[in-house]
Nanobody
Framework: QVQLQESGGGLVQAGGSLRLSCAAS????????MDWYRQAPGKERELVAR???????YYADSVKGRFTISRDNVKNTVYLQMNSLKPEDTAVYYC?????????WGQGTQVTVSS
């Protein structure tokens, strides 16, 4: 069983920055594939960024160049640095861990970007 706890969400003006954190339980965090998803009202949950156990990253086109995903395997934490935020980034952000064969989700953290 893996537990995930997100933090760092809040209200920010357009153009501002936030850093989300997701702390994970477990002694094998370094092998977890970690994702950040988001879900805006009335929309489906979408993948925002991914980081593999080897540190390879993937970003959705909508956030490339603005968001950076990283991980600290000593602190069992994955981060999402979000810069140049836009109102359309407003959503609940979730972290997800893939620990084969299971998937675990955090409870989400709200990010609101005002125009």
């Amino acid at each position: 069983q893996v537990q995930l706890q997100e933090s760092g969400g809040g209200l920010v003006q357009a153009g501002g920055s936030l850093r989300l954190s997701c702390a994970a339980s477990g002694s094998r965090f370094s092998i977890y594939l970690m994702d950040w998803y988001r879900q805006a009202p009335g929309k489906e949950r979408e993948l925002v960024a991914r980081i593999t156990s080897g540190g390879n990253t993937y970003y959705a086109d909508s956030v490339k160049g603005r968001f950076t995903i990283s991980r600290d395997n000593v602190k069992n934490t994955v981060y999402l640095q979000m810069n140049s935020l836009k109102p359309e980034d407003t959503a609940v952000y979730y972290c997800k861990a893939l620990v084969l064969p299971r998937t675990y989700w955090g409870q989400g953290t709200q990010v609101t970007v005002s125009s």
